[in-house]
């Protein structure tokens, strides 16, 4: 092999041979290949071979036994390799053979060793904000992540076929929106991210080669946020302070803000809870019906029961006000008679929360029965035929746990104490003081429609809308929620 340094050349009438040569022929023992050893998988990388110095050209040709990479242009001096979908077995695993060749000159073989790398970005257990794989794990390149401006995150770096940290420069586009700490030579680590101070920004991480082409191994969407704080004071409502009506009279809600605070962090969202009682008593009210239920008319957006429970809660400034109370009855009122057999009524609201396909209650009493809905346009229900005749102003109900009114009105009804205390969370999301986020289908989702959740995350990917029955529209979470 040869020096470091340059050869000498042939010396002028007749003299020595060039260093890594014979004098008899000038037959080089060696030669150059560039540097570059490192490639991703499903890449290519270009290796070339050039003559020492002060030695004639010869012709070269490449070959391999490795299963992990292919070879074009095998017969040049540059060739390209193609690497397949799976990483290597480890640092420099693959080889590949060069020979040299000239008239006069014994063939020169050298072994270049290749490593095959993956590189792939994942939510790390010790992230402090929220990461989305886009629905879509098998594909990294698309996935997101979020930290709140002017602090940090981490993120999971997985390195796989022998490269470590040290072998890329990790970098985000924009270094003033997410500043990297650079790792160490290891192949398994968690990344820092240093969030700049900005409102709303989002850039690409992206893990490049330190080759002169700086190939990008990986990427990862960055957005900072400034967190949206929300302050949210709850109150539990009855016929007196003892609560003798409630499933729930000393549940202490504003205890929740740590386990609804470790769920909102995903979507750089804080709530502040506190209970409207200095004592976490129920508040004395006087509904309408003189019970314990509320009745919610749909149309006014509240009505006299709202009316009553926002009189009574007062003195807390641009807190969110949120209502605990034992049950309810949400309404629409019918805005024509209608008779038996008729298979259509009006309402005086647009039906909006109405689904096809679904039954409610109609009417009161002996004539109450269950309407199945097969169509909707604006205030006008279709449905099966009507069994009774029902006059002007009866009530369609509609069952709702909770309304983003003022003050938000949460049911305790059948649910389990932990499933309201979801639901305050869900409905102050609804808000423009709290998120302005909308009703979606999806379990997993703090915003899904129906008290039925199996988490409750806050997503990049847009998640579908539950209303108005049958829309397309879906929402970027992330992206909604307000950042002023």
């Known amino acids: 092999m040869s020096k470091d340094k340059p050869p000498t050349p042939p010396s002028s009438g007749g003299g020595g041979s060039p260093a890594g040569g014979t004098a008899e022929t000038c037959c080089p023992s060696d030669f150059k290949i560039s540097p570059c050893r490192i490639m991703k998988v499903n890449g290519r990388l270009q290796i070339s071979a050039s003559e020492l110095e002060g030695f004639p050209g010869g012709t070269y040709e490449w070959t391999t036994s490795s299963s992990k990479v292919t070879l074009e242009n095998p017969k040049s001096g540059t060739v390209t390799v193609k690497a397949g979908a799976d990483p290597g077995s480890g ?104 969030a700049g101070a900005h409102n709303k920004r989002e850039t690409t991480l992206k893990a490049k080669s330190k080759c002169p082409g700086a190939e990008v191994f990986a990427q990862l969407k960055v957005h900072v946020y400034k967190e949206r704080v929300v302050n949210v004071s709850i109150a539990k ?8 009506n409630m499933r729930f009279p000393t549940a202490d809600y504003a205890s929740h803000q740590n386990a ?13 809870l506190s209970n409207y009682d200095a004592n976490n008593k129920p508040t ?50 019918l805005a024509a008679a209608a008779s038996a057999g008729d298979t259509s009524v009006t309402v005086t609201a647009g039906s909006t929360f109405l689904q096809t396909g679904r039954s409610y209650a109609l009417g009161t009493g002996a004539t109450r029965e269950n309407i ?58 609804h808000r423009a003081e709290g998120l302005g986020l909308r009703d979606i289908i999806d379990r997993t989702n703090f915003m899904h429609f129906s008290q039925d959740w199996t988490d409750y995350r806050l997503r990049y990917c847009p998640r579908l809308k539950n209303y108005p029955a049958g829309t397309t529209d879906k929402e970027n979470q992330w992206e909604l929620i307000p950042r002023t």
């Open 260 to 272: 609804a605070n470790d769920k909102l962090k995903q979507g750089v969202v804080k709530y502040n």
């Open 284 to 333: 004395p009210v006087n509904l309408a019906s003189g019970t314990s239920t509320l009745t919610y008319d749909i149309k006014a957006g509240g009505g006299a029961d709202l009316t009553a429970i926002s009189s009574a809660m007062t003195g807390t400034g641009n807190k969110v006000r949120v209502a605990i109370i034992r049950d309810m009855k949400s309404v629409y009122y």
């Open 237 to 244: 409502f009855d016929k007196t302070d003892a609560g003798t």
């Open 372 to 429: 199945s809905v097969t169509a909707l346009n604006g205030g006008t229900i279709t449905c099966a035929a009507l069994t009774h005749d029902h006059a002007a102003g009866e009530t369609i109900e509609f069952p709702a746990a909770g309304w983003s009114s003022d003050p938000i009105l949460i049911i305790e009804g059948n649910a389990s104490l932990d499933v309201a205390k979801w639901t305050i969370l869900h409905e102050v999301g």
């Open 91 to 194: 640092r420099d695993s693959e080889t590949i053979n060069v020979t040299r060749k000239a008239p006069g000159c014994a063939p020169v073989t050298k072994a270049v060793k290749v490593t095959v790398a993956k590189v792939t970005f994942s939510a790390s257990p010790n992230q402090r904000y929220g990461y989305d794989d886009f629905d879509t794990p098998a594909n990294p390149d698309d996935d997101h992540i979020c930290v709140k401006k002017s602090d940090h995150t981490f993120v999971k770096v997985k390195i796989e076929g022998g490269a470590v940290g040290t072998d890329f420069d990790w970098a985000c586009d924009d270094a003033g929106t997410c500043d990297v700490v650079q790792p160490g030579g290891t192949a398994d680590f968690d990344l820092r991210l240093n």
